[in-house]
């Protein structure tokens, strides 16, 4: 996804009061292909989704009606209950697990946490990092995706290749 011009946005938001701008306070941000607004104020990264749904309900001609308005998180940080990751074995042997970078050199980025992932999926990212590197990844596979995510029993789990 191209990122919008800090102009454009400026000239389209819909919420033009709302502060435009924030201190991304992930280490990450800028290289890191997680997530793409972190720098940008939490009302306006929800303003711009929400253009871009209404958007794209346009281009494939839905009713805006069905629409909802995006009801924001309590917390600005800690929310998200699920990370989709890259994991991928380097020539060195070096598993990688994380984010594939943004342009113009893209790789998988080592993360060992996500400031809006539950801090239980970030503090099981060195664990499953670990568990990859020792056989987890199987040799067959170079890449994988992984998913981790909070189940409802409220521990952080990852799937691995192979899982069903």
Same mark, same amino acid.
């Given at each position: 996804?191209?990122?919008?011009?800090?102009?454009?946005?400026?000239?389209?938001?819909?919420?033009? !009061?709302?502060?435009?701008?924030?201190?991304?306070?992930?280490?990450?941000?800028?290289?890191?292909?997680?997530?793409?607004?972190?720098?940008?104020?939490?009302?306006?990264?929800?303003?711009?989704?929400?253009?871009?749904?209404?958007?794209l309900f346009r281009e494939a001609e839905l009713s805006p009606a069905l629409?909802?308005?995006?009801?924001?998180?309590?917390?600005?940080?800690?929310?998200?209950?699920?990370?989709?990751?890259?994991?991928?074995?380097?020539?060195?042997?070096?598993?990688?697990?994380?984010?594939?970078?943004?342009?113009?050199?893209?790789?998988?980025?080592?993360?060992?946490?996500?400031?809006?992932?539950?801090?239980?999926?970030?503090?099981?990212?060195?664990?499953?990092?670990?568990?990859?590197?020792?056989?987890?990844?199987?040799?067959?596979?170079?890449?994988? !995706?992984?998913?981790?995510?909070?189940?409802?029993?409220?521990?952080?789990?990852?799937?691995?290749?192979?899982?069903?």
């Amino acid at each position: 996804m191209t990122r919008p011009s800090l102009e454009l946005l400026a000239e389209t938001s819909p919420r033009s !009061n709302v502060q435009e701008f924030a201190s991304p306070t992930c280490q990450y941000f800028g290289e890191c292909g997680g997530c793409q607004f972190q720098d940008l104020a939490y009302l306006k990264q929800l303003a711009l989704k929400e253009d871009r749904l209404r958007q794209l309900f346009r281009e494939a001609e839905l009713s805006p009606a069905l629409l909802q308005p995006i009801t924001p998180s309590p917390k600005l940080y800690g929310y998200r209950h699920r990370l989709d990751l890259t994991a991928k074995r380097m020539h060195s042997g070096e598993i990688r697990l994380g984010f594939v970078t943004v342009l113009p050199k893209r790789y998988v980025m080592n993360i060992d946490q996500c400031p809006i992932a539950d801090p239980r999926i970030s503090a099981l990212l060195p664990t499953l990092r670990e568990k990859l590197a020792q056989g987890g990844l199987p040799p067959a596979y170079r890449q994988a !995706n992984i998913t981790v995510r909070v189940g409802e029993e409220g521990q952080a789990r990852g799937s691995q290749p192979g899982d069903a």
